[in-house]
């Protein structure tokens, strides 16, 4: 598969005459995709009914002669002010019942069925219209879902629209109550239009209710991007993605992926760092004009996951963004490196955001390739070196990695909703076993909950999973390597109801969880071997063999065969060992590159990834600064 470059562009915010030169350049620096018109609904339609497509013609027209391949976005992220006019109730409301307002972007509620309808109307015309031109390659829907928190909405039209799927969901109330455990502070509801959405309550509302609130508003996402795609798919066969962001869990990305055949994803490596990472300062400021060495990473073995092995970077940073609490610019390397790795993890197109930057409204602090003044941005060298590279580019098709780590949304929204402990994160836990094995030089997969084949995998690891699937539970039963769930796995049915009996319910494995106790950052529960547990500690009784135990004696680790089921919360230095352990266990070479220096196996070559502001040596080989250098296996 050849890989290729792209950038996002607005000619909307630009004279028309100068449309012709930005395509140009944009071919002469190696660029072959362009995105556009995913904000631009006010000017496609300004006023209800009065469709202005000329420009967006003449637009296609010059991006794509000048040999440029068009994404086109649906704009539904951005309805114009008349829209509300028309649906005064559309707009989403906070959890403190506060209407969010129109002046920025995603002001819409999923569960509005009049928006709802408007998008399917403009989506068709749009699909219709540019269906079958020739320059438009590929389709995105909306932008960005959830951007800005906006799956969850607390307004009279996602309630109606939860009591329908609460009905629909459980059939009868006394299902519901039964189901929910309502019995408890006399919940019990006679009918499903009583059901309010749980905002609001005197004190924490029943968990039960919660997660499905959480599975509904996910639901309607769903929904909301599959309009879009049945009309889309009506005109045309190319390629429909949506645009994902980082640590982003409000609604289940498979299901989402499911309807699509592509993933990407917008990755801001330094703004994640600094606003959606709780690493210590000292990694902060190690890490500070570079991102961290693992957030990137993760997402791009995420999304490969969610489009079913098709994915692409969507929005890559070229230089500072705007919307961080500081926003320091990468390091000379950086917007290179970046698309290196994201094509050594399998992404088929890396798109930079954006070809000019802005001189107006909220992003005019946010870097493009070009100034406003249209001088290069520091950005621009590395696009061109990095398509300069691509013409000689190594394969970089994903191959299946030794080790694997199950990732679950449902799981995220049950933790949140239930934290028992003020820290415990479902995200951060996976990720921190995600970095755990790259600092040992993996390469890993990303799994949905349902996966039903471990085959090919030596080690796979699924923490904190809500509860175990039919399909993994028969997977795991065949696997012949080596599994580590726990800590909290399999410890709730999917209505957030302990079972009896208890978890983790493992097949062959005689444990039971008898206690589980969450701890503060100055409680730790020091393992035998070194390390110690931290946040979250579970009691195990039973007679599976003890693989790990506390300093006290108390199991830590108990195993069966191919399964081991991890007790608590471990650090660092605990996480370490563990994992090299059962690497060791299952076979799996394990690496010791230099700390911030990252590997990255494709079918025929090693990726090396150096994240640090120094250059390292490692397999005879000396990686500078921010660079990324590979070669064949
Ligand atoms: C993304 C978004 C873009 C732009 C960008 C700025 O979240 O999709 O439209 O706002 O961030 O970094």
Redesign the pocket.
Known sequence: MKRALGVCYYPEHWPEAIWAEDAARMVETGISWVRIGEFAWSRIEPSFGDLQFDWLDRAIEVLGSAGLKVILGTPTATPPRWMLDKHPDMLAWDAQGRERGFGSRRHYDFSHDGYREECARIVDILARRYGANPHVAAWQTD??YD?HDTVLSYSPAAERAFQNWLAETYGTIEALNTAWGNVFWSMEYDHFEQIALPNLTVTEPNPSHVLAFRRFSSDMVVKFNKVQVGLIRAQTDAPITH?Y?GRVTAFDHYDVGADLEIASW?S?PIGFLSDRLEEPAAHKQRYLRQGDPDFQAFHHDLYRAVGKGRWWVM?QQPGP?N?APYNPAPLPGMARLWAWEAFAHGAEVVTY?RWRQAPFAQ?QM?AGLLRPDSEAAPGLAEAAQVAAELVEAPDVSAAQAPVALVFDYASQWAWETQPQGADFDYFRLCFEMYRGLRKLGLSVDILPPDCADLSGYKVVLAPGLLELSGALKGALERFDGQAMLGPRTNTKTGEMVIPVPMGPNIDGLDTVIALTESLPPSEMMPLLKGGTFVKWFEHLKGDAEVVEALVDGRPAMVQAGAIRYLAGWPDEEALARILEDLCEAAGVVTLNPPDGLRLRDTGAHRFYINYNAFEVEFDGLLIGAADVTWRPL
């Open positions: 932008n960005e951007c645009n962001m917008d801001y929005e963004v919307w955001f992003e946010h």
